[in-house]
């Protein structure tokens, strides 16, 4: 008999309840389609997917993580390496979210073949249940390669941070009728090839909007449009990690003021000699 572990997020073990936790499945999510919005978040350790599972139904492991982890100025130097090792964190961390991890730049264009064996590679040695790839109507055939065997694949469509280099830029797409056209098409033809959904980066509202109404799997929004079957945002971004805040950002905190203020709290207690106190010692 199969036992179903929940986490005690006080000491952050995993202990058999008597109630089963289910984990959110992704014909789940793929229900959803004009349906209660759905909620993801990107994360990237264990104790931040701790924090976010109970509140999402989906943990996107983005390679976002390239800037927001590591620093780096874009996703385009994010490895495959760091995807699986970050994406293994967030499954032992989640309980109930679909975890879905980026596949890399570099690691699924070349062909299907590629791609799959990319795929089953991080769904192995993490536990994620889907997988997430950039492109439209050129990566529609890797996306029904996928499919057919066995991976359950999110699609992105609009704009897409790999592809900065050819985009020149991170500014809104689909503001000329051709551009909108071709990011349209791309989405259909993504959908069509079995994606399960699709986030839309990116884009003019409009445009966000007519891509939820044209494909039959659920569309995640991420500066695309209200009408998205559900939104993502990265986590840092949300929780103001970070000075620069991006026009389709909301903040629902300002963690880095806070963290600044707890550190110059610590930095002169300790310069000060404060602390540590007779409570954080030994006798």
Known sequence: MSTTFTLDTSTSRAHPLPEPVRRLTVPAIQKRKGGEPIVMLTAYTARMAQLL?????????GDSLGQ???????????????MIAH???VVRGSYRSVV?????????????EQAFATAARVMKETGAAAVKLEGGEAMAPTVGFLAARGIPVMAHVGLTPQAVNSLGGYGA??????????ILADARAVAAAGAFALVVEGVVESLGRAITEAVSCPTIGIGASVACDGQVL?????????????RFVARFDNLA?????????????????RFPTEKQLYS
């Open 100 to 112: 879905v991890i980026d596949l890399p730049f570099g690691s699924y264009e070349a062909s299907p």
């Open 234 to 246: 990265v986590v840092d971004d949300m929780l103001g990690m970070f000075e620069r805040v991006p």
């Open 68 to 82: 927001v982890i590591y620093g780096l100025d874009t996703t385009v130097k994010v490895t495959l390496e760091m």
């Open 53 to 61: 599972d109970k509140h999402c139904d989906l943990l996107l492991v």
């Open 87 to 89: 994406g293994a964190a």
């Open 257 to 273: 003021e806070r963290i600044d203020a707890a550190a110059a709290r610590y930095a002169d207690e300790v310069r000060t000699r």
């Open 173 to 182: 797409r689909g503001r000329s009728e051709a551009e909108a056209a071709k």
